[in-house]
């Protein structure tokens, strides 16, 4: 699916991915955790194609393309969907009629035809419901006014409408409460295939006991110090992320 | 990155700047009495429309050239300007046939295809368009349509000579000819324009529109529309304007009257492209206009919907004046500028009867280095009670270099007055277009999505047919153009 080799990216001077490693492969649930500032959020907006960020070095295949050389929205068409750490409010610009330009340009790419107003409308029913998202939010402009849990379903919603291949969650756990956490994590791991991998990028160990991982990464300082299965999550939340600290600190 | 994407879009041609190559009739430079005489003579006008001419010409040189609005600009050199180039061609045109090719191939590059017009006739068509091209009116089509439900619709010269007490009894009712340096100048020099008469309780079948070219150089476009709703009337009137792109500053200085009688609604509807100067400020329209209508009596209406993505500079406020008990002002409005653009503009709404209502929607959108003003005035006069308004005044900026102002002035002199006043300023950011261009939205249809998003209560507003023109012009005029 996607195959990330020493990539290095920087903001500025400052280098904040200095050579990730990664490889994800179909129907595979990656877990990345972290303190604070290692990196998680840069490499997921490198990975969407965010302009803040100078790659430096390294090599990022998805689906057999080179990503980097794309731009953002040929990227998000390939198939690569990011959900928001903090979705962005466009007011007066309806969640349907947002979505349904996403979904016809995605179309496009591809090759094909329109989609009509029924089928997709008949597509938002089925897709709300599985995410239990409120009619009434599908109709309100994109965000605007949204709580924090339901600008974080509505993410999941827009992730159920597009069907990527590549989802990657950015702290998709950040402000939520339990049971707004659970419909969340429901909706993606419905959302899971064969056919399609999610990369989930967390600072707790909380969420990953709704999206099982079946590997967790360790990032630290640009780079991921300690891969595993789920297990490495639970010894992390033992240990707090001071040990990882201690452990690597030297190796720098 | 981001400038680049706001460079490359910006560079963006502007796509009705060519000239039609056509042998005009047009004055020698220069503004006294005898220019005027002549222009009069040239258009056959009878005594009193010279003698109201002359009265505004006298009380203009008396006037100064207003200078409080919020814009910067080298003032026109009056004596410098042309007053009167039209396309030569025969006298009277029995049919579209007559009309030069040229001029004809001139509106169909501009999508307005007057042969079109011509095969529809007695096939339904609901526009009947009057064409102006530099100081005259080229066609007016249906006009015999229109005819049918006693619809006057036609060039004001030819109102003039063929009706004119109705033109004598409405001219200056709503713009007196002194009313403004601007007016005065448009009341003195004038030279074609609309007219449009709907008798008592006729429902005009079909949108009216005008359409107005400047092509001639060294010239300047000083047109006049009037429009009269008689009572229980109804009309929907559009206007449309582009001009060729050239280096110097032209002026475009006209005078739109609108009087609604007793149950009558008029809704004027403008999408205003004159050419707005090239990315250095070099070049453009002065767009210097008095648009004002009169709810004369009860139960009328009038609503002004606005589109002004073009013009160097513009300076302009449809107005109305409540005078009938329980009438309506609506004024809606989307203004646009980028580059070096410049727009002072907004509306006032003049509460003399008693409940009256009026709606105030304005939306400003800035980018490039461009300044975007709102002025607008609520007035409630002794004696209008139960008079309200309520107005929302929103601001978009784009990019860090424009400006946004708002200058909204409310004068109530009666207690039982509602006045609401609502103002908010956003910004387009970078963020909302990544997020577009995550969802596979490159960054044109995103700017695209966003400003229709934020013009949409006023673009609702457009007729059909024009509020798809109006998203393209939005989306053309602002690609982009994010910094």
């Not at chain 2, 009167?84 to 006298?91: D, E, L, N, R, V």
């Not at chain 2, 559009?238 to 280096?247: F, H, I, K, S, V």
């Amino acid at each position: 699916m996607i195959s990330i080799k020493n990539l290095k990216a920087s903001i500025g001077e400052k280098e904040i991915l200095r050579g990730i490693n990664l490889e994800v492969k179909a129907g595979e649930v990656h877990a990345i955790m972290g303190p604070n500032g290692s990196g998680k959020s840069t490499l997921s907006s490198v990975l969407a194609g965010r302009e803040d960020y100078d790659v430096t070095d390294g090599e990022v295949i998805f689906n057999g393309k080179n990503l980097l050389d794309m731009s953002p929205e040929d990227r998000a068409r390939e198939g690569l969907f990011l959900a928001f750490q903090y979705p962005v409010e466009i007011p007066g610009v309806s969640n349907i009629n947002f979505l349904r330009t996403a979904v016809n340009e995605i179309r496009a790419y591809h090759g094909q035809e329109e989609m009509s107003a029924k089928d997709f409308l008949a597509l938002v029913k089925e897709k709300q419901k599985l995410v239990e998202l409120d009619s009434k939010l599908a109709n309100r402009s994109v965000n605007e006014g949204f709580s924090g849990g339901e600008k974080k379903r509505n993410e999941i919603f827009q992730m159920a409408m597009l069907q990527p291949k590549l989802s990657i969650l950015d702290e998709t756990d950040s402000g939520l409460d339990i049971d707004a956490l659970r419909i969340v994590a429901n909706g993606v791991n419905k959302l899971k295939s064969k056919d399609n991998a999610t990369i989930v990028i967390t600072h707790y160990q909380r969420l990953l006991d709704y999206i099982v991982p079946d590997f967790v990464h360790i990032l630290y300082k640009g780079r991921i110090v300690k891969s595993g299965g789920k297990e490495l999550a639970l010894e992390l939340e033992a240990k707090g992320y001071d040990e990882i600290k201690k452990e690597f600190e030297i190796a720098e | 990155m981001a400038n680049e994407i706001l460079e490359e879009h910006i560079n963006k041609d502007y796509e009705w700047g060519f000239v039609t190559d056509i042998e005009s009739d047009k004055f020698l430079p220069g503004l006294n009495e005898s220019v005027i005489s002549s222009l009069s003579k040239k258009k056959n006008e009878p005594e009193w429309m010279l003698e109201f001419r002359l009265k505004a010409y006298r009380n203009w040189l008396n006037m100064v050239e207003p200078e409080w609005a919020h814009v910067s600009y080298t003032k026109p050199n009056f004596q410098d300007i042309s007053y009167y180039s039209a396309p030569k061609q025969k006298k009277e045109l029995a049919s579209l046939d007559e009309v030069d090719p040229e001029l004809l191939k001139t509106f169909e590059k501009l999508g307005i295809s007057l042969e079109e017009q011509k095969r529809l006739t007695g096939v339904q068509s609901n526009i009947a368009v009057d064409a102006v091209f530099d100081s005259v009116s080229v066609k007016t089509t249906f006009r015999e349509t229109l005819a049918e439900k006693g619809v006057i619709f036609c060039s004001f010269s030819e109102a003039v000579q063929e009706h004119p007490e109705l033109v004598k009894k409405y001219m200056g009712m709503a713009v007196p000819a002194t009313d403004n340096f601007y007016a005065a100048l448009n009341s003195a020099v004038f030279s074609d324009g609309s007219f449009c008469y709907i008798p008592k309780g006729v429902r005009c079948p079909m949108e009216l529109s005008t359409y107005f070219r400047i092509n001639a150089s060294g010239t300047g476009q000083f047109e006049r529309t009037l429009i009269v709703a008689d009572e229980g009337s109804y009309v929907s009137y559009l206007e449309g304007c582009t001009a060729p792109q050239r280096d110097e500053n032209q002026l475009h200085a006209a005078v739109v009257e609108i009087i609604a009688h007793k149950d009558a609604e008029v809704k004027y509807s403008t999408v205003q492209n004159w050419y707005p100067g090239d990315k250095d400020g070099k070049g453009g329209i002065y767009n210097f206009v008095t648009k004002r209508g009169i709810c004369l009596e009860d139960n009328s209406k009038i609503s002004w919907t606005q589109v002004e993505t073009g013009s160097a500079v513009t300076w302009k406020y449809p107005s109305v004046i409540l005078k009938g008990n329980n009438s309506v002002g609506e004024f809606y409005s989307v203004a646009v500028t980028n580059n070096h653009q410049q727009a002072d503009t907004g509306t006032k709404m003049i509460h003399i009867g008693k409940n009256t209502r009026s709606t105030i929607i304005s939306k400003g959108i800035s980018a490039g280095v461009s300044n975007n003003s709102y002025r607008g005035l609520v007035q409630i006069k002794k004696g209008a009670t139960n008079a309200r308004n309520f107005s929302q005044c929103d601001s978009l900026l784009m990019g860090d270099k424009c400006g946004a102002h708002t200058f909204p002035y409310i004068e109530i002199k009666d207690k039982s007055a509602v006045v609401e006043h609502e103002a908010t300023t956003s910004k387009i950011g970078e963020d909302q277009l990544f997020y577009c261009n995550q969802r596979g939205i490159d960054t044109e249809k995103a700017i695209g999505l966003i400003v229709n998003g934020y013009c949409k209560e006023v673009l609702n507003k457009l007729p059909m047919e024009f509020a798809v023109e109006a998203q393209k012009l939005l989306a053309i005029s602002l690609e982009g153009s994010v910094g």
